[in-house]
């Protein structure tokens, strides 16, 4: 199995940025599909952006569309979410999932894709 482990989460103002690390272990990273999902307090788990094993294919959440860029670097075997121009509404627990797939171009935007998550990173956007 793969082991994930975010980073990068924090406090800053809205309009500001954050870039997430998730890092992978255990496992060759580039046999996996991966994405960003967030919970914020009182709330379900929501999707936020997914990338495709070989990073060429990507899918966003519009509420982050044009804001947020998921990346991957599988030679340093880490996910990463490139958050910018953020807002109060940002405001959540940020978890990285992956799951082992065959295709390497698909993009997955459900909870029930992912078997691996990691533990999650707050982050806290103030207006």
């Known amino acids: 199995q793969v082991h994930l482990v975010e980073s990068g989460g924090g406090y800053v103002q809205a309009g500001g940025s954050l870039r997430l690390s998730c890092a992978a272990s255990?496992?060759?990273?580039?046999?996996?599909?991966a994405g960003w999902f967030r919970q914020a307090p009182g709330q379900e788990r929501e999707f936020v952006a997914a990338?495709?094993?070989?990073?060429?294919?990507?899918y966003y959440t519009d509420s982050v569309e044009g804001r947020f860029t998921i990346s991957r670097d599988n030679a340093k075997n880490t996910l990463y979410l490139h958050m910018n121009t953020l807002k109060s509404e940002d405001t959540a627990v940020y978890y990285c999932?992956?799951?082992?797939?065959?295709?390497?171009?698909?993009?997955?935007?459900?909870?029930?894709?992912?078997?691996?998550w990691g533990q999650g990173t707050q982050v806290t956007v103030s207006s």
């Open positions: 990338i495709s094993r070989n990073g060429v294919n990507t």
């Open positions: 999932a992956a799951d082992w797939r065959a295709s390497t171009m698909l993009v997955y935007s459900t909870s029930e894709d992912y078997d691996y």
């Open positions: 255990g496992r060759t990273f580039s046999n996996y599909a």
